[in-house]
């Protein structure tokens, strides 16, 4: 009997020592892909800064290399807005401007919304402010014709420079551009 007790205690304590390796397993499991997370992320923050620095520092060789960054610039991508600047000055503004190109630009298509944009070009009191048009169409066919029949058109002694405007920074609030 006593043999049997103690065949029962040896394999009680096999048990527990069983059970505490498979939760100190676990714990190192756990603990292993707790690392394995973070050199993914610390991987992933090189990648991209080496990404970044490696435009940064790119240098174009070769007139054909040139040539290929030159036509990707150049490139116009399709915009259903247009921004008219040098038509007017701070000192023209009125309240009838907005109406006035709305009435001009609907010439060229269905216009949405005109936005006009105060920009200041420094922080000094005195900065000088340029004032830009922004018109927003429905079809980008319009805002490219508009942008042709108005750029370059003389308007209360200024000639206008029309072209179409990133409609993402548009959409975003971005007039800087």
Same mark, same amino acid.
């Given at each position: !009997? #006593? &043999? $049997? @007790? %103690? /065949? *029962?205690?040896?394999? =009680?304590?096999? !048990? #527990? &020592? $069983? @059970? %505490? /390796? *498979?939760?100190?397993? =676990?714990?190192?499991?756990? &603990?292993?892909?707790?690392?394995?997370?973070?050199?993914?992320?610390?991987?992933?923050?090189?990648?991209?800064?080496?990404?970044?620095?490696?435009?940064?520092?790119?240098?174009?060789?070769?007139?054909?290399?040139?040539?290929?960054?030159?036509?990707?610039?150049?490139?116009?991508?399709?915009?259903?807005?247009?921004?008219?600047?040098?038509?007017?000055?701070?000192?023209?503004?009125?309240?009838?401007?907005?109406?006035?190109?709305?009435?001009?630009?609907?010439?060229?298509g269905m216009v949405n919304r005109v936005v006009i944009y105060?920009?200041?070009?420094?922080?000094?009191?005195?900065?000088?402010?340029?004032?830009k048009i922004f018109v927003e169409f429905?079809?980008?066919?319009?805002?490219?014709?508009?942008?042709?029949?108005?750029?370059?058109?003389?308007?209360?002694?200024?000639?206008?420079?029309?072209?179409?405007?990133?409609?993402?920074?548009?959409?975003?609030?971005?007039?800087?551009?």
């Amino acid at each position: !009997q #006593q &043999q $049997l @007790q %103690q /065949q *029962q205690l040896t394999q =009680q304590l096999q !048990q #527990q &020592q $069983l @059970q %505490q /390796q *498979q939760q100190s397993a =676990q714990v190192i499991a756990a &603990q292993q892909a707790e690392v394995r997370a973070k050199i993914e992320e610390e991987t992933q923050k090189k990648i991209a800064e080496s990404s970044i620095s490696h435009e940064e520092n790119m240098s174009i060789s070769g007139s054909n290399a040139r040539y290929m960054v030159m036509q990707k610039l150049s490139r116009k991508t399709e915009s259903k807005v247009l921004v008219l600047r040098n038509m007017v000055g701070v000192e023209d503004l009125d309240e009838d401007l907005e109406h006035e190109v709305t009435d001009e630009c609907s010439k060229f298509g269905m216009v949405n919304r005109v936005v006009i944009y105060n920009e200041k070009q420094g922080e000094e009191d005195d900065a000088e402010v340029i004032v830009k048009i922004f018109v927003e169409f429905t079809q980008p066919a319009e805002t490219e014709k508009a942008a042709s029949a108005l750029n370059g058109r003389w308007f209360g002694g200024r000639v206008i420079k029309a072209e179409a405007y990133d409609e993402l920074k548009f959409g975003a609030g971005d007039l800087s551009a």
